[in-house]
Nanobody, 124 residues
Framework: QVQLVESGGGLVQAGDSLRLSCAAS????????MGWFRQAPGKEREFVAA????????WYADSVRGRFTISKDNTKNTVYLQMNSLKPEDTAVYYC?????????????????WGQGTQVTVSS
């Protein structure tokens, strides 16, 4: 089993920054890849970014590349999502997910574990 706890969401203005955190515990092999997804009201959950916990390889959605940065601190079993230049369209509940190694990094169905989510609201 893997437990994920997100934190760091909030209400900000367009152009501001936020840093989300995802603290993980449980079986290491089940969280080789850690990802961030988001879901806005009435929309499907969409991929934001992911990172390989052992190797550090990162993946980003085109919509956030250059503005968001995913990073990790293996000593704290924590993954971060630094979000800069936030836009109103970034408003969503942000979820942290964990999975083993493999393909389809950007597919939510490939993740085995999820956190409870943290709300990010960006006002214009």
């Amino acid at each position: 089993q893997v437990q994920l706890v997100e934190s760091g969401g909030g209400l900000v203005q367009a152009g501001d920054s936020l840093r989300l955190s995802c603290a993980a515990s449980g079986r290491t092999s089940s969280r080789e890849v850690m990802g961030w997804f988001r879901q806005a009201p009435g929309k499907e959950r969409e991929f934001v970014a992911a990172i390989s916990v052992s190797g550090g390889t990162t993946w980003y959605a085109d919509s956030v590349r250059g503005r968001f940065t995913i990073s990790k601190d293996n000593t704290k079993n924590t993954v971060y999502l630094q979000m800069n230049s936030l836009k109103p369209e970034d408003t969503a509940v942000y979820y942290c997910g964990a999975r083993g190694a493999g393909m389809n990094i950007g597919a939510s169905y490939s993740y085995d574990y999820w956190g409870q989510g943290t709300q990010v609201t960006v006002s214009s």
